[in-house]
């Protein structure tokens, strides 16, 4: 599995690869097990780092729960929700979905045990989607590491990409603010009190919120855009341009 050459399609851009059904560039042929073994530890780090980042954010500001009850770890065994991190990621590879998600078990925040409980619950909020942008970058300098090391660096390149692409979408979708992603819960404490109480109404239906925008295709609408925003300021960090990052990112979801 060579790594991708420089430059490989002269005309291919992010922006037009996900509004362009007839862009159908080469791809790398790529086995289930080859994908499996790229995406499983960019997927696991995302979710598990995520939640980490919540509880150890809480924990400097007045709340130990996590810590208790042993969350406060980079073992994935702590974090793994059987649907999130196994079934739904498994499935999306098994059928060629197009598109790699998942999330782990929430790690539990009590607010009473804030200092100042509406600020406090805003900053733990933030943390998941800002240390998924952290890891993002980290999965750039990877990438570039890959380019430096030639052939032998191949699989730094596709886990960079694929680390690149599920940290992205992870923090681009929780700062919707959409109670109870994380997003909802920063605005939720950047509201005044009664606006604040009554936004955090719409928590019990946020899911179904959610499960609407993304069959009606307006989720992707909202998404896309800031997802490849952020992919325009990451792929100079890796030195990949963006034809390459098109053509692996594709060869890995099986699209």
């Given at each position: 599995?060579?790594?991708?050459?420089?430059?490989?399609?002269?005309?291919?851009?992010?922006?037009?690869?996900?509004?362009?059904?007839?862009?159908?560039?080469?791809?790398?042929?790529?086995?289930?097990?080859?994908?499996?073994?790229?995406?499983?530890?960019?997927?696991?780090?995302?979710?598990?780092?995520?939640?980490?980042?919540?509880?150890?954010?809480?924990?400097?500001?007045?709340?130990?729960?996590?810590?208790?009850?042993?969350?406060?770890?980079?073992?994935?065994?702590?974090?793994?929700?059987?649907?999130?991190?196994?079934?739904i990621p498994g499935l999306l590879l098994l059928m060629q979905a197009g598109f790699i998600f998942g999330y782990a078990k929430p790690v539990p925040v009590d607010w009473r045990n804030l200092h100042h409980p509406k600020r406090d619950m805003a900053i733990v909020a933030a943390a998941g989607p800002l240390v998924n942008l952290l890891m993002a970058i980290g999965w750039a300098l990877l990438i570039r590491a890959g380019y430096l090391l030639g052939t032998t660096g191949a699989a730094l390149v596709f886990m960079g990409v694929a680390g690149i692409f599920i940290n992205t979408v992870l923090m681009t979708l929780n700062l919707l603010p959409l109670p109870p992603l994380d997003g909802g819960r920063v605005l939720t404490g950047l509201l005044p009190g009664r606006w604040a109480w009554y936004f955090s109404r719409i928590e019990p239906y946020g899911f179904f919120i959610l499960i609407g925008l993304m069959v009606t295709g307006i989720l992707g609408m909202i998404l896309w855009p800031l997802i490849n925003l952020v992919w325009s300021a990451l792929l100079p960090v890796s030195g990949m341009p963006a034809d390459d990052f098109q053509v692996v990112l594709l060869s890995l979801m099986g699209k």
């Open positions: 599995m060579p790594p991708p050459s420089k430059g490989a399609l002269s005309r291919a851009r992010m922006s037009g690869y996900f509004s362009a059904p007839w862009y159908n560039p080469p791809m790398f042929d790529l086995s289930l097990v080859q994908k499996i073994a790229v995406w499983i530890v960019p997927v696991l780090l995302a979710i598990t780092v995520h939640e980490v980042a919540h509880g150890w954010v809480a924990s400097k500001l007045g709340d130990r729960t996590a810590l208790m009850l042993g969350r406060l770890t980079l073992n994935p065994f702590r974090h793994v929700d059987p649907v999130g991190t196994i079934l």
